[in-house]
């Protein structure tokens, strides 16, 4: 790389159209195949050889459906001009691009209103209002931004809802990420942001890679903040319940959050990985209370009790047990570690007996998905690769990476597939953020990916086989719209695999699709099982395979 | 590669031999001879006292440093051979054998970065000594001068491709650079060279076993112990491939005969905690967790493995102060690549 002393990077035409082209059809040989389709758009975030700490840490994107016409719709945060943390050129835009449904992205940035202010990091979709058209909330450095959908054109109304507010005792906060998660289950999204360190550019330490060579320093040289929760109020603003709840008491470096009701006691439960410190497990008690149980759970480290440089996370049920599991991203000598969920609030730590951490151990990666890529019943892990640091300073150090899917053999076993899997297409780069949903329903989930100052990747799956699908369209009445926290049991083939409605993916991302079931060579679910957020729970008998089903939650009984 | 003493003078015969007279006192070049007449003979401490007696008298007698450093060298005397070598140096920088021995000194003392300097310039007048150049390219291994210890090892691989030693040292050079697996390749050169050195199947192991080739170490650990049936290491490191393998029983034996030779294996005694908690046998794996902890209580991993045990085990005060040190070391401890390592903070 050779990058000069100021931002760089050209800026792409606004209003630009990208046409997909599948070129070679499925791909017979891996059981999970992607082929590169381009989107018109490129992360900068304002590199430097100065190398301040965010530089490195943009690239949330989202999928979601802006308009409301069934297509999933791509979302990009981009960064700004450091160390004023302005969007002062057009190359900083946020940029969402619409849909068709036909193989045709369109910028629809200016259009919608969401070309930004600041400098963004992540991004959480959510219908916090539950009038039916998903909103986001971009999670920045130095500002946050909650912005309405009014019907396919948004309203920044941070300050009206509350979310303005610098830090009382921290400052303006590093936001890198966020997730809208019902709380306390009175069917309203409430807002869990998560914050990265304390960050000040005329302060900010320098680190030599070599001599007169900087690159980006270690977490230890910046001070850990605190995690926020929002409650809503329902009347469209928000009130600060971190310190209240417990989540205040635990300063950190968050690098992501994973939702999930991982004792299924009915409440949802947040993982937070932080960057080279112990990760947090925030086990909700009711009552707007959190206990953090890491250390307890057996999360809190990887198995060695050593600190790992926690990135990105997902938690989903990858051994069909009914219990949702936990990945997350390091860097490379640290492996990516899993956390089986094992009942009753406990984790065993499954990397090495996964075959992980002989697959991670050379590799440094951001954003794990978990998602069945191959619809064969057993979910897989799509990890976007990358260095945190930007110079290759030791040998074998690999800098720019290839994404790479975890193929998980049946019972949580993976293999890696990067070339197999047509994931070397692109060149290698330090990507980012991911976010995974069916863009040209085939039936087939597909990811986008960022890239530090690279071109964004849009990897649409093409992988061979005919296992059948299913998809669900989840909608909240007692419980709030978007159902999440609703957790699905499938049965289909004599087999039963579950999941649950999360919008929160990876490192800084969101995937508002619906929830997506492999069901192998079942044509049918015989039997789907939905217990909603309000408690309440529904049935499905003999649905048919490879479609698209909309759930709308029954009345209480 | 050591030569003879330098005859500057001829020997004397000593008047008190011959017991005419009382002695007259002897001057430098008397001395000077006299040493290397005791040094001829082995008898370095007295060799040294007539070179300091001389050096005394007259400092700049002709070689009377590098004989003096030379009988310093014989004696092991290291530190002592190289402070004179570095007069004799000064006194004649162009002297390929003081510069030559100076280097050698200094790699006796373990002052690795000084040998190699010095060792460079000799071998600038003489790169086809094959014997020089490789304690050129160890002394570059040992003061971490990485690029140039692989170049000096391939340079001597160049001239006897066999040379086990060689590929082993080069393999170590390339483990250090974090270049594990052209490492691995040269201890695998090693293996199958004819005549094999002690621990280089264990090295070949130990490198499989950092890249989680479980299996291959497993062999290469089993090889090792063929040879060596009291290798606790490789007992050790066999049975944590064979934990991490799901070969329990196996793990077990290796694990407990590797502890019955040294109880201070800090990894024996986690593994076997490790194989005992998983079998449900807490008080056993507490004790193992605990002699892990007394060994090497800087590492957090018996820390956070104790701290889960006596956790399930509802012991929660105890747990917390086992994940109050883990914490603490966690955050102490060496970090990751690159600036997650290195990081200097220009302040």
């Known amino acids: 790389m050779n990058f000069s002393h100021k931002c760089m990077g050209p800026a792409l035409a606004a209003g630009m159209a990208v046409a997909w082209t599948i070129a070679s059809g499925q791909n017979a040989s891996a059981p999970i195949h992607f082929t590169y389709a381009p989107i018109g758009f490129r992360l900068d975030s304002c590199e430097s050889l100065r190398r301040h700490a965010p530089e490195t840490m943009a690239g949330g994107v989202a999928l979601f459906d802006y308009n409301g016409d069934g297509y999933l719709d791509v979302f990009f945060a981009n960064g700004a001009d450091i160390p004023s943390l302005k969007k002062n050129s057009p190359k900083y835009s946020n940029r969402l691009f619409e849909n068709d449904g036909k193989g045709h992205f369109t910028d629809v940035t200016a259009k919608a209103g969401l070309a930004g202010t600041g400098f963004d990091n992540g991004v959480g979709v959510g219908d916090y209002d539950n009038d039916g058209r998903e909103d986001i909330f971009v999670a920045g450095l130095h500002g946050n931004h909650l912005f309405h959908n009014d019907g396919g054109t948004f309203s920044d109304v941070t300050v009206k809802a509350g979310l303005a507010a610098p830090d009382p005792q921290y400052g303006p906060l590093w936001s890198v990420g966020a997730a809208w998660v019902d709380v306390n289950n009175d069917g309203l999204l409430d807002l869990f942001v998560v914050n990265y360190m304390a960050w000040d550019p005329d302060t900010e330490p320098k680190c030599e890679a070599s001599p007169g060579k900087l690159d980006y320093c270690h977490p230890k040289f910046y001070k850990p903040t605190p995690n926020q929760l929002f409650l809503n109020n329902g009347d469209g603003t928000f009130r600060d319940v971190s310190a209240e709840s417990g989540i205040r008491a635990h300063p950190g470096k968050g690098m992501g959050i994973a939702l999930a009701d991982f004792d299924l006691d009915g409440l949802m439960d947040f993982f937070v990985p932080n960057d080279k410190m112990t990760n947090f497990l925030f086990r909700n008690k009711g009552g707007l209370r959190f206990e953090e149980i890491a250390f307890k759970a057996g999360v809190a480290l990887g198995e060695d009790g050593r600190f790992i440089s926690g990135m990105g996370v997902d938690s989903r049920d990858l051994d069909n047990d009914g219990l949702p599991d936990i990945t997350l991203a390091a860097l490379d000598g640290e492996t990516f570690p899993l956390f089986r969920n094992i009942g009753k609030g406990g984790f065993d730590d499954i990397t090495r007996s996964s075959g992980l951490a002989k697959l991670t151990m050379p590799m440094a990666g951001y954003s794990p998905t978990i998602a069945d890529f191959d619809n064969d019943g057993w979910k897989d892990i799509f990890v976007t690769r990358g260095h945190v640091q930007a110079l290759a300073t030791a040998a074998k150090v690999e800098i720019d990476q290839p994404n790479t899917v975890f193929h998980n053999l049946g019972g949580a076993r993976f293999q890696a597939l990067t070339a197999e899997a047509g994931l070397t297409a692109q060149p290698p780069a330090r990507h980012r953020g991911s976010a995974v949903g069916d863009l040209n329903g085939d039936g087939r989930l597909d990811v986008v990916t960022t890239a530090l100052s690279a071109a964004a990747e849009v990897w649409l799956n093409d992988s061979a086989g005919r296992s059948h699908w299913l998809e669900l369209k989840l909608e909240g009445t007692v419980s709030n719209r978007d159902s999440i926290g609703a957790r699905i049991k499938v049965t289909a083939g004599g087999t039963v695999q579950y999941d649950h409605v999360s919008f929160a993916a990876g490192y800084a991302s969101s995937s508002a699709a619906p929830v997506h079931f492999g069901l192998g060579p079942a044509e049918s679910a015989s039997l789907i099982e939905i217990r909603w957020p309000s408690g309440i729970l529904q049935e499905l008998k003999n649905v048919a395979a490879d479609q698209l089903i909309r759930v709308k939650e029954p009345a209480r009984k | ?347």
């Open chain 2, 1 to 347: 590669m050591v030569k003879g003493y330098i005859c500057v003078l001829p020997l004397l015969l000593i008047s008190c031999q011959l017991g005419a007279s009382p002695p007259a006192p002897l001057d430098a070049a008397a001395h000077a001879a006299l040493g290397t007449a005791l040094a001829r003979e082995g008898k370095y401490d007295p060799a040294i006292q007539q070179y300091k007696a001389a050096i005394h008298l007259n400092s700049h007698l002709p070689a009377i440093y590098l004989n003096l450093g030379l009988a310093y060298f014989k004696s092991k005397r290291f530190p002592d051979a190289a402070a004179a070598f570095e007069e004799a140096v000064r006194a004649d920088e162009g002297n390929f054998q003081a510069r030559t021995l100076l280097g050698m000194s200094y790699y006796g003392c373990a002052r690795y970065a000084l040998a190699a300097k010095n060792l460079k310039t000799a071998s600038d007048r003489q790169p086809e000594n094959e014997e020089l150049r490789y304690t050129l390219a160890q002394s570059y291994l040992w003061s971490e001068q990485y690029p140039e210890a692989i170049a000096e090892f391939r340079f001597l691989l160049t001239r006897n491709p066999d040379s086990a030693p060689a590929h082993v040292l080069l393999g170590e050079v390339l483990d250090a650079s974090n270049q594990v697996e052209a490492a691995t390749a040269e201890f695998e050169a090693a293996a199958r060279a004819p005549s094999v050195p002690p621990e280089t199947h264990f090295g070949l192991g130990y490198l499989y076993w950092k890249q989680q080739r479980l299996s291959d170490a497993g062999r290469e650990f089993e090889a090792e112990l063929a040879n060596q049936p009291q290798h606790a290491l490789a007992l050790t490191y066999l049975g944590d491939a064979e934990m991490r393998t799901d070969r329990q029983k196996a793990a077990d034996v290796h694990l407990r005969r590797a502890l019955a030779l040294d109880q201070n294996i800090w990894l024996a005694q986690l593994d076997l905690g490790i194989l005992l908690a998983a079998g449900g046998d807490s008080e056993q794996a507490t004790r193992h967790f605990r002699d892990a902890i007394r060994i090497d209580p800087a590492k957090p991993d018996a820390h956070y493995r104790l701290g889960r045990l006596l956790n399930s085990q509802g012991r929660e005060r105890e747990a917390q102060e086992e994940f109050e040190a883990v914490k603490k070391l966690a955050a102490e401890e060496p970090q990751a690549p690159l600036l997650r390592v290195t990081g200097r903070p220009r302040q």
